[in-house]
């Protein structure tokens, strides 16, 4: 109809565009590298060792080896090693949140004395090198016989608090007071009213800082390979580790390629399916008080 108005367009600003193509340019050549690096550990993983070795894993000439990877998950115990890895990330997440929430949203809604510098030390905790404090925590475990999963899980809950605690803090502190004042006219306690009303308001920093919290404790290596002292204690980085040294006796090229990709495919199903949640965690914030 004539009386229909057309949709709005905003004009493109070719200027401001070719300014930004320098970046535009890195980031596709990123992506292509990106893709074309997995897309080849794919076709490896469904390749046998002959095929790799030669460098036609794309041929499929014998066909698809989807045995590869019941031989990784089965014959080079990479089921142990994920559901080590699984069990390190979950009880380590909800540890570190456990911790870091509620100190997060006292720091940030109440003043008293010392809450500065307990801010101060956080922010000092976070920029010390791990590989710095691992000899030390070795020591001092060794001295007090500390072991196995239960201190890794420990350690892991204790160097992520500082991060999470200061990355909480701030979506805490732009929250408005009226929340709480209407809650305690309710008679709502001071604990109930941050885990029924505060703790939701936050559930996109919450859901963010998790993530991240389960693709660090995820990928981590150092601090696995010196604290496990078995492979039944194994996560998925010393895990794969301990399948190099055995492919290079058995050969088992194809194999290896499968368990990567099986180490590879949680933390990106995080991502796929939880993007959006990640994005509004970042930039995202609560209401100004």
């Known amino acids: ?42 076709g490896a993983s469904l390749s046998t060792p002959r095929d790799i070795y030669q460098g036609q894993i794309f041929q499929f ?60 030390g956080l922010v000092i905790a976070m920029s010390v090198p791990v590989i710095m404090v691992i000899m030390p925590i070795y020591s001092l475990s060794v001295q007090w ?38 809650a305690y006219l309710d008679g709502c306690s001071a604990p109930k009213t941050f885990l029924k009303i505060m703790l939701p308001l936050v559930q996109p920093a919450i859901v963010t800082v998790t993530i991240f919290n389960f693709m660090s404790v995820w ?20 895990g794969l580790l301990n399948i190099i040294n055995a492919m290079k006796q058995t050969g088992q090229m194809g194999g290896m390629f499968a368990a990567v990709i099986i180490v590879f495919l949680p933390t990106f199903l995080l991502y796929i399916f939880l993007s959006e949640k990640i994005i509004s965690g970042v930039t995202g914030g609560g209401v100004k008080g």
């Open 1 to 42: 109809m004539k009386n229909e108005k057309k949709a709005y367009r905003p004009k493109i600003n070719w200027h401001k565009e070719l300014r930004l193509l320098p970046g535009y340019i890195i980031v596709l050549l990123w992506l292509a590298f990106t893709v074309v690096m997995l897309g080849w550990i794919i």
């Open 61 to 120: 000439s014998t066909g698809l080896h989807w045995e590869n990877y019941a031989t990784a998950w089965n014959t080079q115990n990479v089921s142990v090693f994920f559901g080590n890895s699984l069990l390190y990330s979950v009880i380590s997440c909800a540890g570190v949140l456990a911790i870091a929430a509620p100190a997060a949203y006292v720091l940030s809604r109440w003043k008293f004395t010392g809450g500065k510098a307990l801010r101060i």
């Open 145 to 182: 016989g500390l072991k196995g999963r239960v201190l890794l899980v420990i350690l892991y809950i204790l160097l992520r608090v500082p991060y999470t605690t200061i990355y909480l803090l701030d979506f805490f502190s732009t929250l408005s007071r009226a929340y709480e004042e209407a």
């Open 219 to 238: 990928n981590e290596f150092f601090m696995a390979l010196i604290f496990t002292s078995s492979e039944s204690m194994a996560p998925v980085g010393v």
